[in-house]
């Protein structure tokens, strides 16, 4: 634990403005600095380093209460499971166990082990993966973790390592090519994920032979679903209600994750109401109690990572702006075509007039943060912020060109009082109260 960072100075204080798009409850805005519940990221850049991922627990668990909310708003019985995958780091486990009444759900059995090391029973974590091998099937068998399967082959080799009876998922492709905007990386209809659903008689003789159970049907169509695609959800689920309604003795429908965050201003996500209506609509009538998996939605909006500008330099037409972190760091925009939104640490509420194409520390030609990026005149040595930067981040990052990692600060709420704007000269004078902590 680190002490926390001492209030802003008064010339600092909060001023009425247009909130940026970006701007969310833990986000304070100030002239030359932004503060997330209440910390100064710049102050966080110079006590751990560049580059930095800071995490705001308070905005995962905001997060997931969003979600249990509008979940039990269209009065659907569920289960959430925290999708791991996306940002594993200790503190963002921590926030989501002090939550209470979230489970986790992992992909590999290292994760299963780290959940379990963040005070998670096996009941309350799930598995979801393919192409295990058996020895990974050996300690899911083990472990007493819910597991999903996709594969007749990881269900002759499950069957093999547990008792008679044993319940499992199936994790089924609805065929749906859906996604975050036209990427096809993002959209799954068409991947080496799921059953085929015409399959179903065959995959359920099998299960029962091989004497397991079949307790959740499950889906996962492709990551940051947007409120366009809401006829394509539809689509999907109802494929998943028509293969759930076969199913003798089904439990759980499970609809995996997908629910994304805004990336860019013109983002629309899926939003939780539609997303919630369409369960009860569709997959209400079967009874079943809902499962869910986010990872992005819980994980994306609680961070940003921190940078330093090395380099600025206008080469063939183009005005580069160099930083100290690449892919290697964060690979959302090289590897999956997925901009975060470049932001001016030290001069947040200055006019974005310039055009960057903002390149990474990694010497490889696609190390490319985005073209065109705008921002206002950035000076060598200054401070950026990338933002959404939770999720696939740090938990995707790699060691390549062995440019070492990113620092990781999650935040606890600082109990600094923003103050109201017409308190704010009588407090200036006085000092504000900066009482709180961090956890690195
Ligand atoms: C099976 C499964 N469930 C849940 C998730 C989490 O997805 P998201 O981050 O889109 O919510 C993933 C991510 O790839 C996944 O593969």
Known sequence: MIRASPSPPS??????????????????????????????????????????????????????????????????PHRIYYAMKSNRHPGVLRAIRDL?????????????????????????ISFNAGMLSTAELAYLAASGVHCTLDTLSGLRRYAALVPAGTAVGLRFNPGVRVGYGDNPKMAYGDS???????????????????????????????????????????????RLAEIGRQIDGLKYINVGGGLGARYVEADQPLELSSWATLI??????????????????????????????????????????GVNAGFAINPNPSMYGIALTALALQQPRAEAAHAYTIAGNINESGDIWGRDMMLPLIQEGELVAFFPAGAYGSSMA???????????????????????????????????????????
């Open 280 to 321: 009860a609509e569709i997959l209400g009538p079967l009874g079943a109690t809902i499962w869910c998996e986010p990872g992005t939605f819980v994980s994306a909006s609680s961070g940003m990572l921190v940078v330093e500008a090395n380099t600025t330099e206008a080469r063939r037409g183009v005005t580069w702006l």
């Open 192 to 238: 080496k994920f799921g059953f085929e659903p015409d399959g179903l008689e065959q995959i359920l003789e099998t299960v029962a032979a091989l004497g397991l159970r079949v307790d959740a049907v499950h889906m996962h169509i492709g990551w940051g679903l947007t409120q366009n695609s809401v006829p394509q959800v539809a689509k999907a689920f109802s």
């Open 100 to 124: 209470g009444d979230v489970g986790i759900d992992t992909c590999s059995p290292r994760e299963v082990e780290l959940a379990l090391a963040a005070g998670f029973a096996p009941e309350e």
């Open 398 to 440: 790699s060691d390549h060109c062995l440019r070492g990692k990113a620092s990781e600060v999650m935040l606890e709420t600082i109990a600094f009082p923003i103050p109201a704007i017409q308190n704010v000269l009588a407090i200036a004078e006085q000092g504000l109260p900066g009482a709180g902590s961090c956890a690195a």
């Open 11 to 76: 010339n600092r204080l909060p001023r009425p403005m247009t909130q940026p798009w970006w701007q969310h409850d833990s986000h304070t805005v100030l002239d030359d600095d932004i503060l997330i519940d209440g910390h100064s990221l710049t102050q966080l850049a110079r006590q751990h380093g560049t580059p930095l991922y800071v995490y705001s627990r308070e905005t995962v668990q905001r997060q997931l209460r969003k979600m249990q909310t509008a979940l039990a708003a269209v009065r659907m």
